[in-house]
């Protein structure tokens, strides 16, 4: 698997993923893949990177969209995703091809400094708010008697991609319980513990969180052995590491919340 776009740097890339460990080779190529962006963000605005490539299609309303929440335009912002609805898209399709799309590309602008933290800010806040909407006017299928519960490994703030898996789940009739950013392990333990679900759901978005992913998964198998639940991981570095959850001792991985309940069920 190769990590970064510059000329010769898949050679780079192959040379370390046989010379050290999955994770550590995955925390190199982490690294790489800031030193990739970094290095082409002057050139290159559009340009898809290549971890993006296994992700939801951006709606072609993406841009214009992006525009709005970067610049605070709320109900504008509110009124493009109105339009999505009444076109007949759904919470999923709205959360995955456009809302997420439009982070990752403000995530971009932000690296580029084209952007600055607090425009960051402005859009996440309004998309949650947005989320909760969306939400409130959603179709539940009806209760399938299953059990899902979903966190952020500790150390991870990227609350909104795992808050969309959850509500996937959630829609298609599991019973949920989503935790959200940074939960400390023993605290995801002691819940587990207390509402015996049947499947546990873990986000990760940069390959810092990796070493930390194993560390709660292993917790999950040392504490529950043969009673554990289901473990699933995702996030935006995992989205490059498409083996990884092998090596790690989870169960299963999906790259994006329109697929994720699919794949469970
Ligand atoms: C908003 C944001 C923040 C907010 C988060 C607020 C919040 N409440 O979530 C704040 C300000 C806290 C933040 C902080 C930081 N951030 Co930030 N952030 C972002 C940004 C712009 C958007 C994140 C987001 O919401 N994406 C949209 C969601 C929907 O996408 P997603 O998380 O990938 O989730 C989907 C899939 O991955 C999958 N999925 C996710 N979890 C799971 C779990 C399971 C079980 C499954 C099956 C699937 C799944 O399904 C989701 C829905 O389809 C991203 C850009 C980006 N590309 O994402 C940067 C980004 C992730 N951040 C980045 C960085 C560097 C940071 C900071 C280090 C910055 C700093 N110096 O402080 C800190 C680190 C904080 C930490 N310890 O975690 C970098 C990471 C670069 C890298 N390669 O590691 C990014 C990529 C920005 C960039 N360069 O483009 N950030």
Partial sequence: MHFINLDSGWLLA?????????????????????A??????ARVSAQIPAFMQCL??????????????IAGHISEAHELLQQARLNGAGYIYI?????????????????????????????TAIVQNELAYLYSLADFSPP????????CVEGNLHSIGIRMVADSFELAGWQV??????????????????WQPELVGLSVSQAQHLDTLRRTIAAIHGEFGEHRPQIMIGGL?????????????????????????????
């Fill in 14 to 34: 192959d040379y370390f993923e046989h010379k050290l460990t999955p994770i550590d080779h995955a925390i190199v190529s982490g690294i790489f893949n800031d």
């Fill in 36 to 41: 990739s962006s970094a290095l082409s963000a």
């Fill in 56 to 69: 939801p299609v951006p709606h072609q309303d993406t841009d214009l969209l992006t525009g709005k929440l």
């Fill in 95 to 123: 959360a995955t091809h456009l809302l997420q799309p439009a982070m990752y590309q403000i995530g971009q602008l932000w690296q580029q400094t084209q952007i600055s933290v607090a425009q960051k800010h402005l859009a």
């Fill in 144 to 151: 399938n008697g299953k059990r899902a519960l979903f966190a």
């Fill in 177 to 194: 319980q989503q935790l959200g950013a940074n939960l400390p392990i023993t605290a995801l333990l002691s819940q587990i513990s207390a």
């Fill in 237 to 265: 570095c995992t989205n490059a590491l498409s083996e990884m959850w092998r090596t790690l001792k989870a169960d299963s991985w999906s790259p994006s919340a329109d697929l994720a309940q699919i794949e469970t069920i």
